[in-house]
């Protein structure tokens, strides 16, 4: 039987299944990678379901979000 998530020290949760959820801190994990460059270098464009994900991600946070796996999205 899995731990009761409100007695947990640490939950870690896919960005669909925490829809919903909120959790006093939060770190983003390192599979946000960024988008793939432009030939020029630029920085890419990011796919709009990509960034919906990116935005469950961050808000689920309610009170400190370390959001050290998006930090990528400081150049858009």
């Known amino acids: 039987m899995a731990p009761d998530e409100q007695s947990a020290d ?3 949760s896919t960005v669909h299944k925490a829809k ?4 006093p801190k939060v ?4 599979d946000f990678p960024p988008p793939p ?3 020029n270098g630029a920085a890419g464009r990011i796919d ?3 960034a919906r994900a990116a935005y469950v ?3 689920r946070a309610t009170e400190v979000l370390n959001r050290e796996g998006l930090g990528w999205i400081d150049e858009h």
């Open 27 to 30: 770190r983003i994990a390192t």
């Open 57 to 59: 991600a961050v808000t």
């Open 37 to 39: 460059r432009r030939e």
């Open 10 to 12: 640490v939950v870690i």
């Open 48 to 50: 709009a379901s990509y």
């Open 20 to 23: 919903g959820l909120e959790w």
